[in-house]
């Protein structure tokens, strides 16, 4: 079982930077795709940003331009550079690993206590 612990985490005022940290373990890391998600009080889990075992990534319209995901295989570790950061993004953020299946992409790790970003002035 894929077990993941996120960090970075914190308040930060209307277009400031976080960086946050998610590390795994349980799995080889470097073959799965990794993503980040984020969950707002009274919303869903939404996907913020995937990358996969290549490199290859892709963002939610409300983020691009402005988050970059990115890993390092060699830490078994997955990263969420937040830029210009908007009162929007407040959320509690996780990460995961997940595969496709022929009905689409599942997440198969135990989701961690994420990790809360604040964004106020």
């Known amino acids: 079982q894929v077990q993941l612990v996120e960090s970075g985490g914190g308040l930060v005022q209307p277009g400031g930077s976080l960086r946050l940290s998610c590390a795994a373990s349980g799995t080889i890391f470097s073959d799965k795709s990794m993503a980040w998600y984020r969950q707002a009080p009274g919303n869903q889990r939404e996907l913020v940003a995937a990358?996969?075992?290549?490199?290859?990534?892709n963002y939610a319209d409300s983020v691009k331009g402005r988050f970059t995901i990115s890993r390092d295989n060699a830490k078994n570790t997955v990263y969420l550079e937040m830029n210009s950061l908007k009162p929007e993004d407040t959320a509690v953020y996780y990460c995961?690993?997940?595969?496709?299946?022929?009905?689409?992409?599942?997440?198969?790790?135990?989701w961690g206590q994420g990790t809360q970003v604040t964004v106020s002035s």
């Open positions: 995961n690993a997940r595969v496709l299946f022929m009905n689409g992409w599942r997440t198969v790790g135990s």
């Open positions: 990358i996969s075992s290549g490199g290859d990534t």
